[in-house]
């Protein structure tokens, strides 16, 4: 089957560690984003990669960082540097994002807790 | 302001009620316009997609897009328990690389 896979699906860290969250496709997609969700405040993007080896910040990229070494695999690694990383966390995809539109296709997300 | 406004709700309806659903924007760039839904604990699915203005039907869902008012809307007729979820409009403009802006989701519930 084709689609989003993200691990894993619950998540916790403690205070100061850094966590590295996983999104693979097999779509054959281009471009993959990273978003995240908060109750009551829609989707916000993090970051997000056109091609394989670049990527671009989104709105709140602070405290987050990102790799694309691999056209299917685009991880997240949540720092320390983020004061509040408790969320949603949601990896998309879209066939290209050089085209005027695209359907984004959605992983399961992954829930991450800071205790 | 943010850029996509949209109710939270929660809305709470009875099973075969006509539902509306409705976002209103401040970019008049944005051109594409898509409806989401998400269950509870899911990932979003992209529902319906409308390019400008006019009306999209599909099934039991209706898109509206009204650009001189800024305004778009989701229609779901005969309402169903299985509707029950979270709806997410979400927007982008021509050559904005795939970004996509999205409202801050609308929880709807359809009771039997």
């Known amino acids: 089957d084709g689609g989003i896979t993200q691990s894993p699906k619950y998540l916790f860290r403690k205070e100061g560690q850094n966590v590295t969250l996983s999104c693979e496709q097999n779509?054959?997609?281009?471009?993959m984003y990273w978003y995240r969700q908060d109750p009551g405040q829609g989707l916000r993007l993090i970051y997000y990669?056109?091609?394989?080896?670049?990527?671009q910040k989104g709105d709140i990229a602070e405290g987050y960082s990102v790799s694309r070494e691999k056209k299917e695999s685009f991880p997240l690694t949540v720092t320390s540097a983020q004061k509040n990383p408790t969320a949603f966390y949601l990896c998309?995809?879209?066939?290209?994002?050089?085209?005027?539109?695209?359907?984004?296709?959605f992983g399961p997300g992954t829930r991450l807790t800071v205790l | 302001q943010k850029e996509v406004e949209q109710d939270p709700g929660p809305l709470s309806v009875p099973e075969g009620a006509i539902v509306s659903l409705n976002c209103t924007y401040s970019?008049?760039?944005?051109?594409?316009f898509m409806w989401y839904r998400q269950y509870s604990r899911k990932g979003p699915e992209l529902l319906m997609y409308?390019?400008?203005?006019g009306n999209k039907e599909d099934g039991r869902f209706t898109a509206q897009v009204d650009k001189s008012s800024k305004y778009i809307s989701l229609f779901i007729r005969d309402s169903q328990p299985s509707d029950s979820a979270t709806y997410l409009c979400?927007?982008?403009?021509?050559?904005?690389?795939?970004?996509?802006?999205f409202g801050q989701g609308t929880e709807l519930s359809v009771k039997p």
């Open positions: 970019n008049s760039a944005f051109q594409y």
């Open positions: 979400a927007m982008s403009a021509y050559n904005q690389g795939g970004k996509l802006i």
């Open positions: 998309a995809s879209s066939r290209s994002a050089e085209s005027s539109y695209n359907e984004q296709f």
């Open positions: 409308t390019y400008s203005s």
């Open positions: 779509l054959n997609h281009d471009a």
């Open positions: 990669s056109q091609i394989v080896n670049d990527f």
